[in-house]
C-alpha cells in the first residue's frame, strides 16, 4: 500500500530504526522500512493525528514533521467557494463553508462520473499558524518550520524536535 503523497504528519525516531508514522485524514499508517513500503494500521473517527500522539513516543531529540494546508490565515486566503476539476472521466465539484464559531472548514464533495452522482461530506479544523505552533510547544516540542511562513503558502510544514 503506498501512502497518500500529501501525509499530514509523520513521526521518525532519531535513531531511525526504520518505523516511520504517518497520516492522511483520518488515516494512520506505518512503516518499518524507512518508508519504502506502508501499512495502514488503523482508521480514526476524528484526526489520525490525535491518534498519533497517542500512539508514538519519542525520545529526547526524536522528529515530528507536521505537514498541513489547514494553517487559518492561508485556508481564508485562498479557500474557493465552489471550485471544481476534472480528472479523466470524473468530475470533482466541491463546495466550502467555514463556520468561524466552531474553526472548522465543512466541504461538501460531488463526485460525477458515467452519469452517476456521489457526494460526501467531510469537515476540517483550521488552526491559526500561532495556535498550531502553541499546541506544539505545550506538548514539549522545539518547532521550526521548513521555511518561513507567508500568507501566500498553501502547506505549512512544522519540523518539531522532542526535548
Known sequence: MAIPARATALAIAPDYAGTIWATAG????????????????????????????????????????????MVLENVLGHLQPRPWWKVE???????????????????????IRNGTVEVRRGTHRAYTYRELVSLLEQAGFAVTTERPWTREAHMTTFICTAS
Open 89 to 111: 472521466d470524473i468530475h470533482l465539484l466541491v463546495e466550502n463553508a467555514y463556520d468561524a464559531s466552531r474553526s472548522r472548514l465543512d466541504i461538501e464533495y460531488t463526485f
Open 26 to 69: 483520518s488515516h494512520v499508517y506505518r512503516s518499518h522500512d524507512g518508508g519504502h513500503t506502508w501499512r495502514r494500521v488503523a482508521h480514526t473517527d476524528g484526526s489520525g493525528v490525535a491518534f498519533l500522539e497517542k500512539q508514538v513516543v519519542l525520545v529526547d531529540g526524536g522528529r515530528f514533521v507536521l505537514e498541513t494546508p
